[in-house]
Protein backbone atom coordinates (compact mmCIF):
# COMPACT_ATOMS: atom_id res chain seq x y z
CA UNK A 1 0.00 0.00 0.00
CA UNK A 2 1.20 3.79 -0.74
CA UNK A 3 0.02 6.22 0.86
CA UNK A 4 -0.11 10.23 -0.23
CA UNK A 5 -0.81 13.30 1.67
CA UNK A 6 -1.73 15.87 -0.10
CA UNK A 7 -2.28 19.82 1.74
CA UNK A 8 -5.76 19.52 1.18
CA UNK A 9 -9.33 18.05 0.02
CA UNK A 10 -8.87 19.96 -3.41
CA UNK A 11 -5.35 18.26 -4.24
CA UNK A 12 -6.21 15.53 -3.41
CA UNK A 13 -9.02 14.67 -5.42
CA UNK A 14 -7.48 16.43 -8.62
CA UNK A 15 -4.39 13.83 -7.68
CA UNK A 16 -7.25 11.07 -7.85
CA UNK A 17 -8.29 12.46 -11.03
CA UNK A 18 -5.14 12.40 -12.69
CA UNK A 19 -4.01 8.60 -11.65
CA UNK A 20 -7.47 7.47 -13.05
CA UNK A 21 -7.00 9.77 -16.26
CA UNK A 22 -3.33 8.36 -16.73
CA UNK A 23 -4.47 4.94 -16.56
CA UNK A 24 -7.19 5.14 -19.18
CA UNK A 25 -4.52 6.90 -21.23
CA UNK A 26 -2.58 3.95 -20.97
CA UNK A 27 -5.63 1.68 -21.63
CA UNK A 28 -8.14 3.14 -23.28
CA UNK A 29 -10.52 0.45 -23.47
CA UNK A 30 -10.72 0.64 -19.27
CA UNK A 31 -13.22 -0.76 -16.68
CA UNK A 32 -13.18 1.65 -14.14
CA UNK A 33 -14.78 0.59 -11.09
CA UNK A 34 -16.45 3.91 -9.34
CA UNK A 35 -18.32 5.29 -6.21
CA UNK A 36 -20.27 8.16 -5.16
CA UNK A 37 -20.85 10.55 -2.09
CA UNK A 38 -19.97 14.07 -1.06
CA UNK A 39 -15.85 12.80 -1.28
CA UNK A 40 -15.88 11.97 -4.89
CA UNK A 41 -17.60 15.00 -6.49
CA UNK A 42 -14.80 17.18 -6.68
CA UNK A 43 -12.85 13.78 -8.35
CA UNK A 44 -15.57 13.60 -11.06
CA UNK A 45 -15.55 17.79 -11.56
CA UNK A 46 -11.80 17.54 -12.39
CA UNK A 47 -12.53 14.24 -14.50
CA UNK A 48 -15.06 16.47 -16.73
CA UNK A 49 -12.85 19.09 -17.26
CA UNK A 50 -9.77 16.89 -17.93
CA UNK A 51 -11.94 15.69 -20.73
CA UNK A 52 -13.32 18.63 -22.45
CA UNK A 53 -9.85 19.85 -22.33
CA UNK A 54 -9.23 16.93 -24.50
CA UNK A 55 -6.65 15.45 -22.05
CA UNK A 56 -8.76 11.99 -21.25
CA UNK A 57 -10.88 10.00 -23.52
CA UNK A 58 -13.53 8.10 -22.42
CA UNK A 59 -15.31 6.87 -25.31
CA UNK A 60 -13.82 3.62 -24.90
CA UNK A 61 -14.32 3.18 -21.05
CA UNK A 62 -16.57 0.96 -19.47
CA UNK A 63 -17.91 1.56 -15.81
CA UNK A 64 -19.30 -0.26 -13.03
CA UNK A 65 -20.42 1.71 -9.61
CA UNK A 66 -19.91 0.09 -6.19
CA UNK A 67 -23.93 0.53 -5.15
CA UNK A 68 -26.90 1.57 -5.86
CA UNK A 69 -30.22 1.78 -3.19
CA UNK A 70 -32.76 -0.70 -3.30
CA UNK A 71 -36.34 0.84 -4.09
CA UNK A 72 -35.19 3.95 -5.48
CA UNK A 73 -35.54 4.33 -9.60
CA UNK A 74 -32.90 5.79 -12.13
CA UNK A 75 -34.88 8.99 -11.94
CA UNK A 76 -34.99 9.28 -8.82
CA UNK A 77 -32.01 12.37 -7.58
CA UNK A 78 -31.26 10.33 -4.61
CA UNK A 79 -30.40 7.18 -6.67
CA UNK A 80 -26.34 6.70 -7.40
CA UNK A 81 -27.27 6.52 -10.89
CA UNK A 82 -28.91 10.18 -10.95
CA UNK A 83 -25.60 11.49 -8.87
CA UNK A 84 -23.67 9.81 -11.77
CA UNK A 85 -25.03 10.90 -14.68
CA UNK A 86 -25.21 14.46 -13.23
CA UNK A 87 -22.05 14.19 -11.66
CA UNK A 88 -19.84 12.48 -14.32
CA UNK A 89 -21.58 10.90 -17.24
CA UNK A 90 -23.68 13.52 -18.77
CA UNK A 91 -20.07 15.73 -18.82
CA UNK A 92 -17.78 13.31 -20.28
CA UNK A 93 -17.69 11.64 -24.24
CA UNK A 94 -18.85 8.08 -22.36
CA UNK A 95 -21.36 5.77 -24.12
CA UNK A 96 -23.94 5.79 -21.30
CA UNK A 97 -24.57 1.99 -22.70
CA UNK A 98 -21.19 1.07 -20.82
CA UNK A 99 -21.74 2.92 -17.68
CA UNK A 100 -23.40 0.16 -15.08
CA UNK A 101 -24.68 0.14 -11.49
CA UNK A 102 -27.02 -2.34 -9.86
CA UNK A 103 -30.56 -2.07 -11.14
CA UNK A 104 -32.13 -0.40 -7.33
CA UNK A 105 -35.51 -1.82 -8.54
CA UNK A 106 -34.68 -5.38 -9.53
CA UNK A 107 -37.26 -7.90 -8.41
CA UNK A 108 -35.13 -10.78 -7.60
CA UNK A 109 -32.07 -9.52 -5.02
CA UNK A 110 -30.15 -12.97 -5.34
CA UNK A 111 -30.68 -12.75 -9.20
CA UNK A 112 -29.42 -9.17 -9.24
CA UNK A 113 -26.51 -9.38 -7.40
CA UNK A 114 -25.29 -12.63 -9.59
CA UNK A 115 -26.11 -10.75 -12.71
CA UNK A 116 -24.02 -7.62 -11.70
CA UNK A 117 -20.88 -10.00 -10.85
CA UNK A 118 -21.35 -11.73 -14.67
CA UNK A 119 -21.66 -8.26 -16.00
CA UNK A 120 -18.13 -7.57 -14.35
CA UNK A 121 -16.13 -10.85 -15.05
CA UNK A 122 -17.79 -10.32 -18.60
CA UNK A 123 -16.16 -7.00 -19.41
CA UNK A 124 -12.75 -8.69 -18.26
CA UNK A 125 -12.80 -7.61 -14.54
CA UNK A 126 -12.18 -4.15 -13.13
CA UNK A 127 -8.96 -2.31 -14.16
CA UNK A 128 -9.09 -0.04 -11.38
CA UNK A 129 -11.90 0.68 -8.47
CA UNK A 130 -11.98 3.69 -7.10
CA UNK A 131 -12.86 3.84 -3.29
CA UNK A 132 -14.07 6.14 -0.50
CA UNK A 133 -14.93 5.19 3.28
CA UNK A 134 -17.88 5.35 5.55
CA UNK A 135 -17.29 6.97 9.12
CA UNK A 136 -18.55 3.56 9.85
CA UNK A 137 -15.53 2.40 7.89
CA UNK A 138 -17.41 0.57 4.98
CA UNK A 139 -16.31 0.24 1.60
CA UNK A 140 -19.48 0.18 -0.88
CA UNK A 141 -22.12 -0.56 1.38
CA UNK A 142 -20.04 -3.03 3.11
CA UNK A 143 -21.06 -2.43 6.39
CA UNK A 144 -19.24 -3.67 9.82
CA UNK A 145 -19.06 -7.73 9.76
CA UNK A 146 -19.12 -7.90 5.61
CA UNK A 147 -17.57 -10.99 5.03
CA UNK A 148 -13.99 -9.93 3.26
CA UNK A 149 -15.15 -12.72 0.62
CA UNK A 150 -18.50 -11.13 0.19
CA UNK A 151 -19.95 -10.61 -3.64
CA UNK A 152 -22.42 -8.23 -5.17
CA UNK A 153 -25.74 -8.61 -3.03
CA UNK A 154 -28.28 -6.53 -0.70
CA UNK A 155 -27.12 -5.32 2.26
CA UNK A 156 -29.21 -3.62 5.15
CA UNK A 157 -27.25 -0.46 6.38
CA UNK A 158 -26.14 0.80 9.57
CA UNK A 159 -27.97 3.20 11.68
CA UNK A 160 -23.82 5.38 10.76
CA UNK A 161 -24.53 5.31 7.69
CA UNK A 162 -28.16 5.89 7.62
CA UNK A 163 -27.30 9.18 9.74
CA UNK A 164 -24.31 9.88 7.12
CA UNK A 165 -26.50 9.40 4.32
CA UNK A 166 -29.96 10.78 5.29
CA UNK A 167 -29.24 14.60 5.62
CA UNK A 168 -29.39 14.43 1.05
CA UNK A 169 -33.08 13.11 1.44
CA UNK A 170 -36.18 15.52 2.66
CA UNK A 171 -37.95 14.05 4.29
CA UNK A 172 -34.46 12.46 6.13
CA UNK A 173 -37.04 9.24 6.82
CA UNK A 174 -37.37 8.19 2.86
CA UNK A 175 -33.66 7.17 2.74
CA UNK A 176 -33.58 3.28 1.92
CA UNK A 177 -32.47 0.89 4.56
CA UNK A 178 -31.53 -1.45 1.91
CA UNK A 179 -28.72 -1.27 -0.69
CA UNK A 180 -27.13 -3.57 -3.30
CA UNK A 181 -23.02 -3.04 -3.20
CA UNK A 182 -20.50 -5.02 -4.73
CA UNK A 183 -18.84 -7.32 -1.79
CA UNK A 184 -15.58 -6.63 -0.31
CA UNK A 185 -14.59 -10.12 -2.33
CA UNK A 186 -15.42 -8.32 -5.65
CA UNK A 187 -13.59 -5.06 -4.66
CA UNK A 188 -10.39 -7.34 -3.68
CA UNK A 189 -10.72 -9.14 -7.01
CA UNK A 190 -10.14 -5.34 -8.96
CA UNK A 191 -6.58 -4.90 -10.65
CA UNK A 192 -5.80 -1.58 -8.78
CA UNK A 193 -6.89 -0.14 -5.79
CA UNK A 194 -7.22 3.77 -5.58
CA UNK A 195 -8.82 5.14 -2.59
CA UNK A 196 -9.49 8.87 -1.20
CA UNK A 197 -10.20 9.99 2.17
CA UNK A 198 -10.59 13.89 3.02
CA UNK A 199 -11.55 15.76 6.16
CA UNK A 200 -10.55 15.81 10.01
CA UNK A 201 -13.61 13.51 10.55
CA UNK A 202 -12.20 10.92 8.52
CA UNK A 203 -8.92 11.05 10.84
CA UNK A 204 -9.69 8.11 12.90
CA UNK A 205 -11.52 5.54 10.49
CA UNK A 206 -8.82 6.10 8.28
CA UNK A 207 -5.90 5.60 10.77
CA UNK A 208 -7.81 2.44 11.50
CA UNK A 209 -8.42 1.16 7.89
CA UNK A 210 -4.34 1.79 6.38
CA UNK A 211 -2.53 1.06 9.66
CA UNK A 212 -5.36 -0.96 12.06
CA UNK A 213 -5.69 -4.54 11.89
CA UNK A 214 -7.37 -6.25 9.82
CA UNK A 215 -10.84 -7.16 10.83
CA UNK A 216 -14.26 -6.96 9.35
CA UNK A 217 -15.51 -4.40 11.56
CA UNK A 218 -13.62 -1.75 9.34
CA UNK A 219 -14.28 -3.64 5.76
CA UNK A 220 -11.80 -0.52 4.51
CA UNK A 221 -9.09 -2.39 6.68
CA UNK A 222 -9.27 -5.15 3.82
CA UNK A 223 -7.49 -2.95 1.26
CA UNK A 224 -4.46 -4.39 3.00
CA UNK A 225 -4.90 -7.61 1.63
CA UNK A 226 -4.44 -6.37 -1.78
CA UNK A 227 -1.12 -5.93 -3.99
CA UNK A 228 -2.16 -2.41 -5.24
CA UNK A 229 -3.35 0.05 -3.42
CA UNK A 230 -3.08 3.99 -3.34
CA UNK A 231 -4.48 5.95 -0.59
CA UNK A 232 -4.58 9.64 -1.13
CA UNK A 233 -5.51 11.72 2.26
CA UNK A 234 -5.97 15.65 2.81
CA UNK A 235 -3.56 16.49 6.01
CA UNK A 236 -7.60 16.17 8.09
CA UNK A 237 -7.82 12.60 7.28
CA UNK A 238 -4.16 11.70 7.88
CA UNK A 239 -3.37 13.80 11.04
CA UNK A 240 -4.06 10.31 12.60
CA UNK A 241 -1.30 7.93 11.22
CA UNK A 242 1.49 6.92 12.87
CA UNK A 243 3.67 6.15 9.42
CA UNK A 244 3.61 9.74 8.47
CA UNK A 245 7.52 10.53 7.63
CA UNK A 246 8.00 7.02 5.73
CA UNK A 247 4.43 7.86 3.46
CA UNK A 248 6.19 11.11 2.48
CA UNK A 249 9.49 10.07 2.26
CA UNK A 250 8.31 7.25 -0.44
CA UNK A 251 6.30 10.52 -2.42
CA UNK A 252 9.23 12.23 -2.52
CA UNK A 253 11.25 9.84 -3.39
CA UNK A 254 10.29 7.00 -5.55
CA UNK A 255 10.27 7.53 -9.04
CA UNK A 256 7.26 6.32 -10.23
CA UNK A 257 5.34 9.44 -8.11
CA UNK A 258 7.58 12.00 -9.72
CA UNK A 259 6.02 13.74 -12.26
CA UNK A 260 2.64 13.67 -9.42
CA UNK A 261 4.78 15.69 -6.94
C1 LIG B 1 -20.70 5.09 -2.16
C2 LIG B 1 -19.61 4.44 -1.41
C3 LIG B 1 -19.42 4.76 0.04
C4 LIG B 1 -18.83 6.15 0.24
C5 LIG B 1 -18.71 6.47 1.72
C6 LIG B 1 -18.18 7.87 1.97
O1 LIG B 1 -20.71 4.65 -3.49
O2 LIG B 1 -18.90 3.67 -1.96
O3 LIG B 1 -18.58 3.78 0.60
O4 LIG B 1 -17.56 6.22 -0.36
O5 LIG B 1 -19.97 6.34 2.33
O6 LIG B 1 -19.11 8.82 1.57
P1 LIG B 1 -18.79 10.37 1.60
O7 LIG B 1 -17.79 10.65 0.53
O8 LIG B 1 -20.13 11.03 1.30
O9 LIG B 1 -18.27 10.68 2.97
Same mark, same amino acid.
Given at each position: ??????????? @? =???? $?????????? *?? !??? %?? /???????????????????????????????????????????????????????????????????????? @? =???? $?????????? *?? !??? %?? /???????????????????????????????????????????????????????????????????????? @??????????????????????????????????????????????????????????????
Amino acid at each position: MEVIIQPDAAA @A =ARLT $ARLIADAVKA *KP !AFN %LG /LATGATMESVYAELAAMNKRGEVDFSRVSTFNLDEYIGLPPEDKNSYRYYMNFHLFDKINIDKQNTHLPDGM @A =ADEV $AEGARYEAAI *KQ !AGG %LD /LQLLGIGSDGHIGFNEPLSSFASRTRAKPLTPATYRQNSIYFDPPETMPMRAFTMGVGTILDAKRIVMLITG @AKKAGIAAKAIEGPLTSMVTGSAIQLHPSVVVILDEGAASQLTMREYYDWVFANEPKWKNYR
